[in-house]
């Protein structure tokens, strides 16, 4: 069985980071694709990055790029996403999610909720002003 946990949200100070982890298990981590999205209150689940796990390439659509860093540790079967410079606009539920293919660098397509087979539950971020 696919399983996707994430953890590390919380409560931040604008200007703070947080590390998030997805913990992966039941499938072949290297053959996968892993991503991260996030939802606000009231909006879209927007995507925020992919990794090919066999390779290890990232990708970030435009939107994304500066703030967000993704990475992998394919012996813990863990994805991470680091924020850097936290603002209140970043409070959302953060979800990692997988599919057994590499991202590709077409943000149309890894961005795209409908793209992905597998979800955790996600993991809560706030941002205080």
Do not use: H
Not at 37 to 51: L, N, T, V, Y
Not at 53 to 61: E, H, I, K, L
Not at 105 to 116: E, G, H, I, P
């Amino acid at each position: 069985e696919v399983q996707l946990v994430e953890s590390g949200g919380g409560l931040v100070q604008t200007g703070g980071s947080l590390r998030l982890s997805c913990a992966a298990s039941g499938f072949t981590f290297d053959r996968y694709a892993i991503g991260w999205f996030r939802q606000a209150p009231g909006k879209e689940r927007e995507g925020i990055s992919c990794i090919s796990n066999a390779d290890g390439t990232v990708y970030y659509p435009d939107s994304m790029k500066g703030r967000f860093t993704i990475s992998s540790d394919n012996a813990k079967n863990t994805v991470y996403l680091q924020i850097d410079s936290l603002k209140p606009e970043d409070t959302a539920v953060y979800y990692c999610a997988a599919r057994p293919r590499q991202c590709g660098s077409n943000s149309y397509y890894y961005t795209a909720r409908a793209w992905w087979d597998y979800w955790g539950q996600g993991t809560q971020v706030t941002v205080s002003s």
